[in-house]
């Protein structure tokens, strides 16, 4: 995801952030997929057990060691799987022996509970009980897997709104374990108000469609804290066909919603303005002109050349020009209205769209007022190291759709007049020139 987003801004982003990126997200799958290993990989069975007593899931060598080979246990009660087990409230770990009849000399099995003891539901870890004295170390090894992987395991009970979480996920809310009771009221209390709709939302689509549930969305915790989860899990319906739990995994993903939001911000502004990029801008552009087709409005380009700006760079330093730069692209958005879009194009190119021109203003006098007010705004004196430093500035304007009818005539076409504007002195513009044979027209 991180490479494409790259290549689609067409920007070339410092080599260090991009590798320091691919090694967060690359970690971030290799903690996902050392978790997902260790539960199936593990020469211990593991089970979770929903609070109806039924096992929701399983890795294969709780099937085996269970008598059941490589069968899935999902859905079968737990009771009938361990007799002997007197119910996950009972104290554990529990040694137990087979009983009479059981086929193929199994083992006696040691049981420890992951889960809370109150509860009647939770993961339990299973083993021969030959191996005794590694249960306990096996189970913490587990609840610290979840920890490292920032995931968490979750049942919910949609008729009676119980819910279960794994130790892991009490943090991800902002609690202790055991700190408080998971439901699903507390649940949605503390999912961000802004997106309980669209979890809520997604709940329902599973249920109603039994789609994989997968969302991601913000969670406020009790000392105001925003962190982003993102949670997948499916349905598990009863004999009649109706959904009566949902159960899955959730992540906390906030380090990687920082860094994609970082890289995003990277693509789409200017590094050193924090303006709108050139690939922000041609959008921005090409979005204008849809509005003024639709509405039978004006657009007006201006394009903005930095004169003096290389003299003042080679003489006082990189720092001074990079100053100069920044403020301004600061006049330049102060100047403009709040409505209008101004971006560097690189170097000392700056360009700005102005919107919504009232058809019969006339051209020339729009041109007049706003090219004015730029110069004005960027003629200033900036004080730089207690210097204060000059420009001039070169403007070019076309305005949609009297000069052209199209994005990519209209750029041209301001470029052209900006160029004409300095050729002919400092602190200059020009107004693109109106094509002889084709009428201004909305609808090309």
């Known amino acids: 995801m991180l490479l494409i987003l790259i290549a689609s801004a067409g920007a070339l982003l410092p080599l260090a952030l991009v590798a320091m990126l691919v090694r967060r997200e690359c970690h971030a799958r290799e903690q996902l997929a050392q978790y997902r290993s260790l539960v199936e990989r593990l020469p211990e ?36 799987c361990l007799p002997q087990l007197s119910g996950l409230a009972g104290d554990l770990p529990q040694r137990l022996n087979p009983g009479e009849g ?23 870890l299973i ?41 892991a996920i009490y943090g991800m809310f902002g609690y202790r374990v055991g700190e408080v009771t998971p439901s699903y ?24 469609t039994g789609e994989n549930h997968d969302e991601e969305y913000r969670v406020v915790w009790p000392d105001g804290t925003v962190r982003w989860l993102r949670e997948t899990g499916n349905v598990l319906k009863d004999a009649d066909g109706n959904a009566v739990r949902m159960m899955g995994v959730v992540r906390d993903i906030t380090e990687e919603k920082h860094w994609l939001n970082q890289l995003q911000d990277l693509a789409h502004l200017d590094s050193l303005t924090g303006l709108p990029n050139r690939l922000v801008f041609e959008a921005h552009l090409g ?25 003042i760079n080679d003489r006082h330093g ?47 006098q729009e041109a007049e007022s706003v090219s004015r007010k730029i110069l004005d705004a960027l003629t200033a004196p900036v004080l730089i190291d207690e210097a204060p430093l000059r420009v001039g500035a070169s403007l070019g304007i076309a305005v949609f759709p009297d000069h052209a009818p199209s994005m990519d005539k209209l750029i041209h076409i301001a470029d052209l007049a900006m160029y004409e504007a300095k050729r002919s002195g400092n602190n200059q513009y020009r107004l693109g020139s109106t094509p002889r044979r084709n009428a201004p027209s909305f609808e090309d």
């Open 318 to 364: 990189h720092a001074a020009g990079d100053k100069l730069l920044q403020v301004t692209g600061a006049r330049l958005s102060q100047t403009l209205r709040e409505s209008d879009t101004v971006a560097r194009l690189g170097g000392d190119e700056f360009v700005a769209i102005l919107e919504a021109i009232p058809p019969q203003q006339p051209l020339a």
């Open 102 to 124: 059981d086929e193929g000399n199994r083992p006696a099995l040691e049981v420890v509970r992951l889960g809370p003891a109150e509860s009647d539901a939770g993961i339990l």
């Open 45 to 80: 069975g593991v089970l979770q057990v929903a609070r109806d007593g039924r096992i929701s899931r399983h890795n294969p060598a709780a099937a085996r060691l269970l008598g059941h080979g490589e069968a899935a246990l999902i859905g079968k009660r737990l009771a009938d």
């Open 185 to 208: 009221e507390l649940f949605c209390a503390s999912v961000h108000p802004q997106d309980q709709e669209q979890v809520r939302a997604g709940e329902l689509r599973c249920i109603e």
């Open 287 to 311: 979005k204008a002109l849809e509005r003024a087709r639709r509405n039978q409005t004006r657009v007006a380009l201006v394009f903005i050349d930095l004169n003096g700006f290389k003299a």
């Open 127 to 167: 083993q021969p009980a030959g191996t005794a004295g590694r249960s306990t170390d096996d189970a913490e090894r587990f609840k610290r897997s979840q920890y490292f992987a920032r995931i968490g395991t979750w049942d919910w009970r949609i008729d009676t709104d119980e819910l279960y979480w794994s130790d």
